[in-house]
């Protein structure tokens, strides 16, 4: 039982404190004076739950933070539990149990990875979390009207919701998810599901077929194949052995022009030869002559030499003669005697010696002047013989260097030379050098034309018979008969290829067939638990819906046997797809649209208190019916009231009933027999609170 709610700057609330006991409290008030929020201040302060958009929404406009305090009882020890939110978001929680003046702190706060959790601790001393008992004690607006006028399928839809069958969809989609997500997962592993073994049989079918179909096609090519293959090997044998011919009839042909190239070549150097013969006879042609004349040429030069050498001593000698006398003419000529004396000591002088006598003199230099021009003339001519005989003597020495350079010693040599020129010009002549001309001509040349021409011979032996054209039409025929293989290749690769792959495919899907079947009995198996466990018309719904409608129709006859009615018994029953409500009195059934509005409350009541105590009521003890007389008209109104007046003394028995009525109808309760009633109404301040 709530003993007391208190609430500070708590969503329109500035300072509320609220007073209860058992039975019936009820608050009245024009909407939006702040009856609702006393819900939110019960969730709130045990759970940390609400109905608002966010905690900071809590804390009324114009304050910093806000709090809710309620005071429970259970089972005579009495309990506190405190929430406090700031604008900021913070929280701070504490729940505590009350013995005399003390306060036992039990939990605080919402730490729950260190373990520590009001809430969790609340939930255990309550016995019911925040979302049983918004369905086992919280009435919402138009609930219980909906339990009234709800028809049969309705009626089974709102038990459904409250009984918490509904979760059962919840469930049946959660199987449902995993059965898509275990198919998922196969069809990653396998590439397929179960829902695919039909048609994998057929492609088994298929695949066994192509290959049933493709081994005789396979073997029909590997036969042909293999025939063709010895026809292209015996071939290839052919070429083979003919193959070496071509390189030999191109060396022959190589060995030809070589021998013919090798011709010319050697004709030019003889001719070169012959040439240089020719020039070395027309060199020495003579050369014996001149050379012998070398040593009688060089006695002779020597001979010249000394005699010019001769004829400039007397020159000089003449010339020196010739010099003296000028000196003794000159001195003569200052000797002349006057009147017969010495122009020197001026003696007396009969006659002069000759040689001081000037006309003795001049005769004198006129004969040595003679003299030395004869001998000039002498001299000239032995210079003219020396030169003639050097010129003599060069045309020796050149000729015997000639001899020398030509290592010719005797005409005999020089005759010999003469003789091969002849000789070798014959055999140019005889030598053919057209392309068609005699080999065996040519290869009289010299040794080496020999050789080249017994190669030539020895080439020719072993290309005899060779026909080319045929050995080209015969490889032609090979690659048309490997061309033909490479495509039986290619086919047998292909059938090959095609049964392998084939197989492979039955493998994988004999495997996949193999294990689909299992995965089939396991979703079978998944199938089955969602249709009969988790559907709400399954098995399970519905046993358990059974029970759950014979308990509530047993806990709604207790209830309605307290109150004032002809109804002695309620019974829900299951039809296909509704579930009927039946009245009973002591003697008749009674038909649900004949009873009263007071009755039909009742029943309505009867039947919420029945859900309850089905879900396990929690140990409050506590009922909140929100605006519980919305859509209702007058009479049912006044019947409503008349139930809760019963409902008051119903909370005086063994198992006292806490009721919280939350209304905007405040003239309903005015002759009833509720005592503890709260006004509510909107202030500046926020709402204020009245007991009436």
């Known amino acids: 039982m709530i003993t007391s709610i208190e609430l500070g700057d708590f969503l329109s609330h500035s300072d509320t ?33 609400h109905t608002r958009k966010s905690n900071k929404s809590l804390i009324k406009r114009g304050s910093n933070q806000g709090f809710t305090k309620i005071g429970f009882s259970i089972n005579g020890r009495q309990y506190q539990a405190v929430r406090k939110i700031d604008n900021k978001g913070s929280l701070s929680a504490k729940f505590s149990e009350i013995i005399g003046d003390d306060r036992i702190e039990l939990a605080a706060g919402e730490r729950k990875q260190f373990g520590e959790s009001m809430t969790r601790e609340i939930e255990k001393t309550i016995g019911l979390n925040f979302e049983k008992l918004k369905i086992a004690s919280i009435v919402q607006q138009g609930e219980l009207n909906a339990i009234i006028n709800a028809k049969p399928k309705e ?3 709102l038990l459904n919701a409250i009984i918490g069958i509904d979760k059962l969809d919840v469930a049946s989609e959660s199987m449902k998810i995993v059965n898509k997500e275990f198919r998922k997962k196969i069809r990653e592993k396998i590439g397929y599901d179960d829902t695919e073994i039909e048609k994998l049989s057929l492609d088994l079918e298929r695949y066994q077929k192509e290959i049933e179909e493709a081994k005789p096609e396979k073997n029909q090519l590997e036969t042909k194949q293999g025939k063709l293959q010895n026809e292209v090997d015996d071939l290839r044998k052919k070429i083979e052995t003919e193959a070496p011919k071509i390189d030999k009839i191109n060396q022959l042909g190589l060995r030809r022009k070589e021998l013919i190239a090798y011709a010319k070549e050697a004709i030019h150097e003889i001719q070169h030869e012959i040439n240089e013969n020719e020039n070395k006879i027309r060199d020495c042609e003579g050369c014996f002559e001149h050379a012998s004349l070398k040593e009688g040429l060089e006695s002779k030069i020597q001979k010249v030499e000394q005699a010019i050498e001769d004829t400039v001593k007397k020159i ?6 010739t010099a003296s006398l000028k000196e003794k003419q000159l001195l003569a000529s200052k000797l002349q005697l006057k009147d017969n004396k010495c122009p020197v000591c001026d003696s007396n002088v009969e006659k002069l010696n000759p040689l001081f006598q000037e006309k003795h003199l001049k005769q004198e230099m006129v004969l040595l002047k003679e003299k030395t021009i004869s001998k000039e003339k002498e001299k000239d001519v032995y210079n003219q013989k020396r030169k003639e005989f050097s010129e003599k003597l060069q045309n020796a020495r050149d000729a015997e260097a000639t001899l020398r350079a030509y290592s010719i010693s005797n005409k005999e040599e020089l005759k010999k030379i003469q003789v091969e020129i002849e000789t070798k010009k014959q055999n140019i002549q005889k030598i053919p050098l057209a392309t068609n001309g005699s080999l065996l001509e040519i290869s009289q040349i010299d040794s080496r034309t020999k050789i080249i021409f017994e190669n030539i011979l020895k080439l020719e032996i072993e290309t005899s018979g060779f ?9 032609k025929l090979v690659n048309e008969k490997q061309m033909s293989l490479s495509q039986i290749d290619q086919q047998i690769g292909a059938i090959s290829e095609k049964i392998s792959k084939g197989e492979e495919q039955i493998n994988v899907i004999q495997y996949a067939i193999s294990e689909l079947k299992i995965v089939k009995e396991y979703v079978k198996g998944l199938d089955e638990i969602q249709i009969n466990i988790f559907s709400r018309d399954g098995p399970v719904a519905t046993s358990l ?7 509530i129709s047993v806990k709604a006859s207790e209830y309605l046997s307290l109150l004032n009615t002809k109804i002695q018994r309620i019974l829900l029953s299951e039809k296909t797809r ?8 002591k003697n008749e059934v009674l038909e649900l649209e004949s009873l009263s509005g007071g009755e039909k409350v009742s029943v309505a009541l009867a039947l919420r208190l029945g859900m309850a105590s089905l879900l396990g009521a929690s140990n409050l003890n506590l009922m909140i019916l929100d605006e519980p007389t919305t859509h209702l008209d007058a009479e049912r109104k006044k019947s409503l009231v008349g139930v809760l007046s019963q409902l008051s003394n119903i909370s005086n028995s063994e198992s006292p009933m806490q009721f919280l009525i939350i209304t905007h109808d405040a003239e309903i309760f005015d002759d009833s027999t509720v005592e503890r009633i709260y006004k509510f109404e909107s202030s500046e301040q926020g709402s204020k609170v009245t007991a009436l």
């Open 17 to 49: 404190k609220l007073e209860f006991e058992n039975g019936v409290t009820v608050f009245v008030g024009d909407n939006g004076a702040g009856k609702s929020s006393i819900i939110d201040a019960i969730t709130f302060a045990l759970f940390g739950q």
């Open 155 to 157: 009626f089974k839809e």
């Open 316 to 321: 000089q000698e003449l010339t020196n003669q």
């Open 467 to 475: 026909k080319e054209q045929e050995f080209l039409n015969l490889k």
């Open 545 to 551: 819906r059974s029970w759950a409608l014979n308990t």
């Open 578 to 585: 509704d579930v009927s409500i039946t009245c009973y009195s």
